[in-house]
């Protein structure tokens, strides 16, 4: 087994080998892309404590019988079986399996969020320091063809005064993830800005290019509470005399993506467990909990949250984060000395003001959520990751451990300026 940091300057002859702990949407998604790759990476080991989802996954990866574990510990407990790993467990199971791996000399791919507390990401952070392991993180947007143009096109507004972001969350995918999923409840995961915006805001500081100083941020949960419940309402969907014309039911939602591709298709495939059948969706909206009343739910992560951040040197940003819009791509502009450049995830437009005309660059890589691949950021991830293991490249991991370290204690400065109705100093 090899590390980066033994090989810089210098490619492997043979591909890199890679195992992957937790192989559910992420850490599946995340193999198949390196599966593209056969000549720099071969996926050789899975942890997965679901039978169905280890026994799949290692069918699709042609693993041998001993390298396919249900607890990542039996795994750690052979020594290293990889040369890298994809840790991309819940969250809040991210720091012990990162600690054991990097002890024992991989290098590691880790989804994000780091964790969901902010000792557990300085912790993760100083393992890094500790052991040498070079450890990614999974803030894809950074590696998106848009990005990547958008930061090659900057310069020409010349300096950065401020900029304004905003995280268009989606009505129908808020109600999926953030009142009846996985990401409802802050003491179960994480707070909604770091399990959903942790990305935009690491995006941000790349963008800007400085550390953030100084924090402030306002919101809360304004909508999906019992309160603003409509009169008659059941507490489950497939029961309710008003799902035809409300727009959070769980029975159009799940059907729709049942009969469509898309987006809605995969957050049916995650209500169902991966069966998409009439009978699978009816089941899930009467036994599940993706088949509540989302005035019925036990959520408690804000459904809108505002951000406001300075820069060494002076700059500014504001972010918007919110869940009462369609779904469509983050809008941002950035506002120079020179001029101002607009972005929507797909089109950059910049505006001159010394000529008085804009230019557009069409950066179109598909859609920007995880089910179309985040504008080609996966891919570009999973590529420039492995290729800088198999290639000695360190400079192509463009989400190294510290940047991200940096990045999210400026989330979790934020959701204290939030909770405590005051400025927070980095």
């Keep these: 087994m090899i590390n980066l940091k033994d090989h810089v300057g210098k490619a492997l002859h043979r591909p890199v080998t890679l195992a ?15 599966a593209r790759h056969p000549d720099k990476v071969r996926v050789v080991a899975v942890a997965e404590p679901r039978a169905a989802v280890r026994d799949r996954f290692g069918v699709r990866h042609a693993l041998a019988p001993g390298r396919i574990f249900d607890d990542w510990r039996k795994m750690a407990a052979l020594g290293r079986v990889a040369d890298a790993v994809i840790i991309a467990t819940l969250d809040a199971d991210h720091l012990e399996p990162t600690e054991v791996f990097a002890g024992q000399g991989y290098d590691i791919l880790l989804e994000k969020p780091i964790a969901p507390v902010e000792e557990q990401v300085l912790a993760v952070g100083a393992a890094a320091a500790r052991t040498g392991a070079t450890i990614a993180v999974c803030h894809v947007m950074r590696y998106t063809p848009y990005t990547r143009t958008m930061r090659e096109l900057l310069p020409e507004i010349g300096e950065i005064v401020s900029v304004e972001h905003l995280e268009p969350i989606g009505f129908y995918h808020f109600a999926h993830s953030f009142v009846r999923g996985n990401w409802r409840r802050a003491d179960e995961t994480a707070f909604a800005l770091l399990a959903k915006s942790c990305h935009d805001i690491d995006w941000l500081t790349a963008v800007v290019g400085r550390k953030v100083t100084t924090v402030s941020s306002f919101g809360g949960l304004k909508h999906f509470t019992a309160a603003n419940r409509p009169a008659g309402a059941a507490d489950r969907c497939l029961d309710c005399p008003l799902r035809d014309s409300c727009a959070y039911s769980a029975a159009t939602l799940y059907r729709d993506g049942l009969r469509h591709g898309g987006t809605k298709q995969y957050f049916t ?11 699978a969706v009816t089941r899930a909206l009467a036994e599940g909990p993706y088949g509540r009343c989302v005035y019925a739910c036990d959520n408690d992560v804000v459904d809108h949250q505002v951000v406001g951040m300075e820069f060494e040197g002076g700059a500014t940003a504001s ?6 819009t369609p779904l469509e791509n983050r809008h941002t502009k950035i506002f120079g000395t020179h001029g101002q450049l607009t972005g929507d995830g797909r089109y950059i437009h910049i ?15 598909g859609g920007s959520d995880a089910a179309e691949g985040h504008a080609g950021g996966d891919e570009s991830l999973i590529e420039s990751f492995v290729t800088a293991l198999h290639e000695g490249r360190p400079e192509l991991i463009l989400s190294g451990i510290q940047e991200s370290v940096d990045s999210h204690r400026v989330v979790f400065a934020a959701e204290r300026a939030r909770r405590r109705g005051r400025l927070e100093h980095l």
Excluded: I, K, N, P
């Excluded at 992957?20 to 390196?34: C, D, I, P, T, W």
């Excluded at 505006?351 to 890589?365: G, H, K, L, Q």
């Design 20 to 34: 992957v702990v937790g192989a559910g949407a992420r850490g599946a998604a995340y193999a198949e892309l390196a």
């Design 269 to 279: 495939r995650v209500m169902t467990g991966g069966v998409l059948t009439e009978e």
């Design 319 to 324: 972010f918007t984060m919110t869940a009462f």
């Design 351 to 365: 505006y001159d003001f010394a000529s008085e005309r804009t230019t557009t660059v069409d950066t179109s890589r």
